[in-house]
């Protein structure tokens, strides 16, 4: 397993992160997964023993009873890993009972690092844009986490390239502490992050770590071209909506390519999903996520799988996002000079554009 600095800072993260959105199954969480403390203990000892150096987790999840399952399955551990979290969701009645605020993410804090039976989390993010509140209070109050000892690092999810960069700039103020990674929702077939997410990441020092790498579920192995799914996965489930996937036939391509590189490898769609995410430029972590031991394994036998220049190519052509205004015109006409964070999908855009 590697280990890369998370952005710009000295804590080296393992590339494969294990997710928990699977643990507890509460609270209107019960069709994602239903790990109890013992599973959830078995599926951490797996990811340890295969190099997996950090766990995620959101108060949100389960409502706060993932965050008691995770912080019971690293009993004894807490000290040899990295534990990290979320706040700012809708989690309680009243007008403070979500968002960015001091006063929500205070009392979220404290409840979190209570169900985790943990005196500090090794990085906190801010789990949605908060349009309300002041963006510089929300970075003093992170930054004040971070100067009381409650945090070691900080960091910012599903925000927009806009927010980021504005989060980035308040944050470089004398006394306040930058983040320091971010989290994104990024597959073969969902690559919107490329636009600018990824690029302003890398521009600000803010490492790039996937959640769902796997479209949850979209790329499990087990959902046809046109979205069917078997019932006991997270696509068969009813009424559940996510992700939102604006092309199925462009889904339906990008699948076609992922399973012929898996026969030509001999290994699983998600091994192959995983081996070619983990390999795009700017990405520094993957957030897996399973429901049993098996899942898990067979994700982690991913980390050995290098795809060759022309297999991981295919994927991407098949995958490759619409280039929209302004990068179809700075494709044509700003290639003399782009910035290296993006200069690998200015060129894909300048193929799909034909120059």
């Known amino acids: 397993m590697d280990y890369v600095p998370l952005g710009h800072s000295g804590m080296k993260v393992s590339r494969y992160i294990l997710g928990t959105l699977t643990f507890a199954g509460t609270h209107g969480f019960e069709a994602l997964g ?42 004894g551990k807490r000290d040899k890993v990295l534990v990290f979290s979320k706040g700012r969701s809708e989690v309680e009645e009243g007008p403070n009972g979500g968002g960015a605020s001091r006063v929500h993410l205070t009392r979220q804090l404290d409840g979190t690092l209570a169900r985790l039976n943990t005196d500090w989390l090794d990085l906190y993010f801010i789990h949605q844009w908060d349009g309300v509140t002041p963006i510089e209070e929300t970075v003093e109050t992170m930054s004040g986490f971070v100067k009381a000892g409650k945090i070691r690092y900080w960091g910012i999810s599903n925000y927009s390239g806009w927010s980021l960069a504005k989060t980035a700039m308040i944050a470089k103020q004398p006394g306040l502490v930058p983040p320091v990674a971010h989290q994104i929702y990024y597959t073969p077939e969902a690559r919107e992050a490329e636009y600018e997410l990824i690029p302003a990441g890398e521009e600000f020092g803010i490492g790039a770590m996937i959640w769902s790498p796997l479209g949850q579920g979209l790329f499990g192995g087990k959902v046809k071209a046109d979205g069917a799914a078997p019932q006991g ?30 026969a030509e490898t001999g290994r699983s769609v998600p091994q192959v999903t995983l081996a070619w995410l983990r390999d795009r430029p700017g990405i520094n972590s993957i957030v897996l996520g399973a429901r049993t031991a098996e899942q898990l394994a067979d994700n ?56």
């Open 34 to 75: 239903n790990l109890d403390v013992a599973n959830a203990r078995r599926l951490v000892d797996m990811a340890i023993d295969a190099g997996v150096n950090a766990f995620d987790t959101a108060n949100l999840y389960s409502k706060g009873d993932a965050e008691k399952v995770l912080g019971a399955a690293l009993a």
């Open 233 to 262: 996965t997270r696509q068969g489930a009813e009424g559940w909506k996510e992700p939102f996937v604006s092309d199925w036939d462009r889904f339906a391509r990008v699948l076609k390519a992922i399973e012929h590189v898996a």
């Open 300 to 355: 982690l036998a991913s980390d050995d799988l290098t795809l060759s220049p022309e297999q991981a190519a295919r994927i991407e052509v098949a995958g490759r996002p619409h280039p929209l205004y302004p990068f179809w015109h700075r494709a044509m006409w700003g290639m003399d000079r782009p910035t290296p964070s993006e200069r690998v999908y200015l060129e894909g855009h300048r193929q799909t554009v034909g120059m």
